[in-house]
């Protein structure tokens, strides 16, 4: 097979971070400190190294970037400061953008422009839709029920559609992956059913985020804030994406509070207040390593996400107390906020939702394929009696 | 000659005002114009073509620390623009010492010299005056010695200073030398004899110098010489003084692996062979009289004076070498090895001093074992002879060497000592695994190729990659690594570890530049004038530096710059011409000889 080399690979990495490559002189520091490589997955510095040399086609075979979670050891221990750390935060951008077949997310990571104009641009649209639906067919003053300004059930539709697109972007994408991945990066054969064995791991790895928390295993002092935050943010998104999608209906419905529904919309929000506040508070404070250097993608999740959950409360709170317009307001105002978020979940880091699970399911299959190849092939394992 | 004048890249003279510096290039005759490029700019020859024709230059001048790194370009350019291409001339900062506090005036002058093309060297030439005879030589390590030797050989007076009770210095600590696996001692202590029972060497142990005044040529350096407590001329280092004294300290001369008296001699091969007391911990000196005087009264020679006061002298000398050497990088501050927290995590000097034939250990290798100490109630790691020997170790190359956290620089002498250690492990413990993790295998001398092949072969397991982690699991070390040759992690557990910690300058560097006049590079090494041309000479006249206090290097070289020190001494002393300091020439001196010269 012949090797594509990309000698501007590096100068493109740059763009999504990676700005210290270079440095690197392969001491292997790295790995030692790394919790997450092991045999099979050796990063950071293999990477490091595909990067120098510009294997662009092989780096988007490699499940490597997916796996680490950047707890920042390398980081700290590298004494070139050539930043793996880091590095491997620019290889999951640039696969973002790489799995990415309408190439949005390539253009969001390039320029910053570009993904502040498409937000605003979405926003107003979704502001325009919502103010002109609801002043044709319903009254300002009502929010719920019959004549209501948004009712419930074309929110309801409203949010299957957006889901929808979202949905086949994120299949179409996580195809992609797995094509990248597990085909064109696999030189031996795996059998089918590697892939239903190791499936339990997928719902495994997006519930409990284990492995972040097997980032602390080696340090002296362990940090499980990140860890904790980071699994509530996701836990709340869940949770309010499975309300939103399915339970819209009883959500929207007041002003009397349907406790079954209502007491997770609380739960959620407050993981996700509480998780939004963190994450701001540690990027401006750059208290934990991975904190320490924020692309402006990041900050946009953030931040969107931090005005979503306060509009959103402020919209349930208004309603409650029975300030129809102002719940009405303020809705619209929450929808402008939701839609380009969601929008943009494709083609932002907020992907590696999905990715994240799958890398880790198909790393144990690739795993598991390489030990069956090695048992195979390697005369010394073979056990007579 | 139209000339222009191209400041690039001014990294290291961190004080250059280029400004003023490009404001005097503009007033220089026929300097058509200047231009300021900056800090390492990506030049287009065919745009500097451009500018050239425009301008119709026909000489151009490159300015800053590394303007060889620009000439091809410049070149290439002159051709294009139809100019002789010869006419591209250098003017590098570095390399004329313009640093310190003349800095900005030898720069200019670099500049002018460039610009009338006059090599600097042969305008910038101090002016020469009469030398006293005496040399002062400050620290006795080898370079030290081999420094004085060949000065008093060729018969002139030195004055050797040192701090320690000894000469020696770290070579003495040593077992076998690399590449040639010579015995250290062998090498050292004919020389150390011979220094001192010198006629032309005046040897001063256990001094230091305190104030140095006086011009180039004629320097007073007054030497507080610290009370030795014994009389060197009658001890005949009998060792009775030491059996009967009480006060146990840790041996600086055995790296702090053993214990010694308060009255005590580093080694047995010392020169002076004489005891001296330790004024910091003997009983007698802190009580001031009150208590102990143990040895006073067992000496049978009764050269032993505990109320001994210090000695003052002041001398003059011509000329004074500086062989303050090196010390180790404090590896405590690397937490990830364990330095102190594991017992057997050695650093290589004490390595060096458990492997010694001479240690405490009669050169067998043991891991540490514990011991109940009586006195403070606590179980210590001890080194004894009955100790076990390690049936695997690890060395680390590179701690605290080449990294951005600690020393950038590499230390040069670190991965053939380690080559050196494994096959010291190999030949005296039977069956032992060693590993050596590297980053880049540097065996840049005559026969270290050769020799880190024979250690490959010998079967020591030698790793690409570096191990950054030590770990301690139920009493067992282990230390991981890359393995980057062979694409697979290697995961060994350990008896032993040994780091092969960085180099830093000794702890006296800086009061020593600060007495002489002295600059040191970001390092910390001193300054030599010129890198390649001048590495013994310094900006100040009749002051030179050899062995390890100007850069790390190995045996061999820093033997061969003290004995390029001690020719550059008697050159002065034979001629009776010194060399003033450089600050001595003023700019418009150099200015008006590289105008005669030109004109010729």
Known sequence: MAIRVNPRFIDELDRYGAEDVQLCYHCGDCLTVCPHADEVFRFPRKSMRLLQMGLERKIETTLEPWLCYYCGQCSEQCPREADPGETMMSLRRWLIARYDFTGIARAFYRSRTAEVLAIIGVALLTGLFMLFYGFTYGNLHVYDGEGAFLPSSFIHRFDLTVGLVIGIILIINAFRMWYFTMVKGMEIHTPWWLYIKHLYLLPWHFFSQKRYAECESKRETRVFMPWFTHLGLMLGYVIMLVLVMVFIEKLQYGPAIVWPVHIFGYLASIGLIIGTIYFIRSRLNKTYVQFKKSHGTDWVFVILLFFIVITGITQHLLHRTGLYMWANMTYVLHLMFVVPWLLRMPFSKWAHMIYRPLAMYFAAIRRDALYRAEKQFSSASITVK | ?600
Not at chain 2, 194 to 200: A, K, L, N, T
């Open chain 2, 1 to 600: 000659m139209r000339t222009g004048v191209f400041f690039c890249q001014v990294e290291h003279a961190v004080n250059l005002n280029i400004d003023a510096i490009a404001k005097y290039s503009a007033n220089l005759p026929d300097v058509e114009t200047v231009q300021i490029l900056g800090r390492r700019p990506r030049l287009d020859a065919i745009a500097l073509s451009d500018l050239i024709k425009t301008n119709n230059l026909n000489r151009i001048v490159i300015a800053g620390d590394m303007p060889g790194y620009y000439k091809p370009v410049f070149t290439k350019s002159m051709a294009l623009a139809g100019r002789d291409t010869d006419e591209v001339r250098l003017a590098s900062f570095q390399e004329h010492g313009a640093r310190g506090d003349i800095a900005l005036e030898r720069a200019k002058a670099i500049v002018a010299c460039a610009n009338m093309a006059v090599p600097f060297s042969l305008v910038a030439v101090p002016s020469r005056h009469p030398v006293n005879q005496t040399t002062l030589i400050i620290g006795g390590g080898i370079a030290g010695i081999q420094a004085s030797l060949e000065i008093a050989n060729a018969g002139k007076q030195v004055y050797l200073v040192e701090q320690t009770g000894t000469i020696g210095g770290h070579m003495a600590m040593f077992d076998k030398t690399f590449p040639t696996l010579d015995c250290a001692a062998c090498i050292l202590t004919p020389k150390m004899v011979s220094v001192g029972q010198h006629d032309m060497i005046q040897l001063m142990t256990n001094a230091r110098v305190t104030e140095v005044s006086g011009k180039s040529g004629a320097y007073r350096v007054k030497i507080h010489q610290y009370a030795r407590r014994v009389d060197v001329k009658s001890c005949v280092a009998c060792g009775l003084c030491a059996e009967v004294c009480p006060v146990k300290v840790e041996s600086e001369f055995d790296a702090k692996i053993s214990l010694r008296k308060a009255i005590y001699i580093p080694f047995p091969q010392a020169v002076p062979n004489a005891y001296l007391v330790d004024g910091e911990s003997c009983t007698y000196v802190l009580s001031e009289g009150q208590k102990c005087g143990a040895c006073l009264k067992r000496c049978p020679k009764e050269c032993i004076n505990l109320n001994e006061s210090d000695i003052y002298t002041d001398i003059e000398v011509g000329n004074i070498i500086i062989s303050t050497g090196y010390e180790m990088l404090d590896v405590r501050k690397i937490e990830q090895y364990g330095y102190g927290r594991y017992p057997n995590v050695l650093t290589s000097l004490e390595f060096e001093r458990l492997t010694n034939a001479s240690g405490l250990t009669g050169g067998r290798i043991v891991t540490k074992s514990k011991r109940f100490n009586k006195k403070t109630q606590q179980d210590e790691w001890v080194f004894t002879p009955d100790s076990v020997p390690p049936q695997s170790v690890a060395i680390i190359h590179c701690v605290g060497s080449r990294s951005a956290k600690y020393n950038s620089y590499c230390s040069r002498v670190c991965c053939m000592y380690s080559l050196k250690f494994a096959h010291l492990i190999k030949e005296k413990i039977p069956n032992v695994a060693c590993y050596e993790f590297y980053i880049d295998m540097r065996a840049f001398g005559k026969g270290y190729e050769e020799f880190a092949e024979r250690i490959k072969q010998e079967g020591t397991f030698v790793i690409r990659g570096h191990s950054a982690s030590v770990d301690m699991v139920d009493g067992q070390m282990i230390v991981k690594g890359e393995d980057i040759m062979n694409d697979k992690i290697v995961e060994v557990k350990v008896d032993m570890v040994v780091l092969a910690v960085g180099l830093i300058p000794s702890h006296g560097t800086e009061d020593i530049s600060r007495l002489l006049g002295i600059t040191r590079d970001p390092d910390g090494w001193f300054s030599e004038l010129n890198y390649n041309g001048n590495p013994t000479d310094t900006e100040r006249g009749g002051i030179y530096v050899a062995g390890m206090c100007q850069g790390p290097k190995d045996i061999p070289d820093t033997v061969a710059q003290a004995s390029a020190v001690a020719a550059g001494v008697l050159r002065s002393i034979t001629s009776g011409k010194g060399i003033d300091h450089l600050s001595s020439i003023s700019l418009s001196e150099i200015e008006a000889r590289a105008k005669n010269i030109s004109t010729l």
